[in-house]
């Protein structure tokens, strides 16, 4: 037996596919999942799948171009083409030269159903929405601790918040298990008192992100009282996780910077807050001198020294002021007071 290299081996492999005549030219029904649209090249990359199987698909741009619908995830079509090899990483793929849509696949309608039907129940409602707090102090992560979207989160909130206490709860985020593990997970979070709660994963497949289109994840988060931000995939991504959330980040990395505010924000609305309270003080105080200034101009008025600085005087006998001349007899002695010094002087008439 001889020994070949691995480019041999796929080179054998692929002569053998292209020269049979049952794969050179096939028709396969399925359903589009994990659509690439390559905007530089124009190939379009897929997966065509049915209730047991996948197979990957790639249609060259030229191809493309006769399409006269838009390839869309979840459509049943069908394709024809050819088997083939793709030697650099030794899997096979049909070459697809013409697609025929065939409608929705099993699953997009099923999902659109299940959508339709919470949104009847009104739990994708505005009404329902919960406000993020805006210094949480324990921040809930419902996630796989081994995944990267974990460690986004845990580095954005290290960054800018670092006063918060992280809580992760480990959880599947794909499979069979995944949705019974993201329920257990956010009732976990909740009842470890946290303010806020991020659920989410990574980037994956459509398939990869079914536990998060699920009932029950669904009414999970619906019916948490502590608010709820998904993290679902990438921004192009949209579960029903998303629908039902309080709120909706595009990927990991923005839930956590919605989730906490930034220290360095902080400390300026801390100092726009010092300033207003040291403005307002002194516009206290100055309307404390302004009040006290008036009331010693009134008392002021009422001085009687100031009375005789302009003119007047007091007469006085035995040290009391008189009043009237009725209080006076000629002949008898009185003291004037002026505004400044005073006088004796003896009543010589008086009328």
């Given at each position: 037996m001889s020994?070949?290299?691995?480019?041999?081996i796929?080179k054998?492999?692929g002569?053998?596919l292209k020269?049979?005549?049952?794969?050179?030219?096939?028709?396969?029904k399925?359903?589009?999942?994990d659509?690439?649209n390559?905007?530089a090249s124009?190939?379009?990359?897929?997966?065509?799948?049915d209730?047991?199987?996948?197979?990957?698909?790639?249609?060259?741009a030229?191809?493309?171009?006769?399409?006269?619908?838009?390839?869309?995830?979840g459509?049943s079509v069908?394709?024809?083409?050819?088997?083939?090899?793709?030697?650099?990483?030794?899997?096979?793929q049909i070459?697809v030269k013409d697609?025929i849509?065939?409608?929705?696949?099993?699953?997009?309608?099923?999902?659109?159903?299940?959508?339709k039907?919470?949104?009847?129940e009104?739990?994708?409602?505005?009404?329902?929405?919960?406000?993020?707090p805006?210094?949480?102090e324990?921040?809930g992560?419902?996630?796989s601790s081994d995944?990267?979207a974990?460690?986004?989160?845990?580095?954005?909130?290290?960054r800018?918040?670092?006063i918060?206490?992280i809580?992760?709860?480990?959880t599947f985020?794909?499979g069979?298990?995944?949705?019974?593990?993201?329920?257990n997970?956010?009732?976990k979070a909740?009842?470890?008192?946290?303010?806020?709660?991020?659920?989410?994963r990574?980037?994956?497949s459509?398939?990869?992100?079914n536990?998060f289109?699920?009932e029950?994840?669904?009414?999970?988060?619906?019916?948490?009282?502590?608010?709820?931000?998904?993290a679902v995939?990438?921004?192009i991504?949209?579960?029903i996780a998303?629908l039902v959330?309080?709120l909706r980040?595009p990927?990991?990395?923005?839930?956590?910077?919605?989730a906490?505010?930034?220290l360095h924000?902080l400390y300026d609305?801390?100092d726009?807050?010092a300033?207003?309270?040291?403005?307002?003080?002194?516009?206290?105080?100055d309307k404390l001198?302004?009040?006290?200034n008036?009331?010693?101009?009134?008392i002021?008025?009422?001085n009687?020294?100031k009375?005789l600085?302009?003119g007047y005087?007091?007469?006085?006998k035995?040290?009391v002021?008189?009043?009237?001349?009725?209080?006076i007899?000629e002949g008898?002695n009185v003291?004037?007071?002026?505004g400044k010094?005073?006088?004796k002087a003896?009543i010589i008439?008086k009328w």
């Open positions: 020994v070949v290299t691995v480019t041999q796929n054998y492999i002569i053998i020269n049979d005549c049952n794969l050179s030219n096939v028709m396969i399925g359903e589009i999942s659509l690439v390559h905007f124009g190939h379009c990359y897929f997966t065509l799948k209730d047991k199987s996948s197979i990957k698909a790639v249609m060259f030229s191809d493309v171009k006769r399409l006269n619908f838009t390839l869309e995830n459509m069908v394709v024809s083409g050819r088997t083939a090899v793709f030697e650099r990483d030794g899997i096979y070459h697609i849509a065939d409608g929705k696949g099993k699953q997009m309608t099923a999902l659109e159903k299940l959508k039907r919470l949104s009847e009104g739990i994708f409602d505005k009404a329902h929405k919960q406000s993020v805006e210094m949480p324990k921040i992560v419902v996630t995944g990267a974990v460690q986004d989160i845990i580095n954005v909130i290290s800018r918040y670092p918060g206490e809580y992760i709860v480990n985020v794909q069979v298990n995944a949705p019974d593990s993201i329920c997970g956010i009732a909740e009842n470890a008192g946290c303010d806020v709660i991020i659920v989410g990574g980037g994956g459509k398939e990869d992100l536990a289109d699920t029950k994840v669904a009414y999970a988060i619906y019916n948490c009282k502590v608010p709820i931000i998904s995939g990438h921004e991504d949209f579960t998303d959330a309080d980040a990927t990991p990395s923005a839930a956590a910077e919605i906490v505010p930034s924000t609305r801390i726009i807050l300033k207003r309270s040291e403005n307002a003080f002194e516009r206290y105080t001198k302004n009040q006290l008036r009331k010693i101009a009134e002021d008025l009422l009687p020294l009375i600085m302009r005087s007091i007469t006085c035995d040290g002021p008189v009043k009237s001349a009725e209080e007899s008898e003291e004037i007071r002026f010094g005073g006088a003896e008439s």
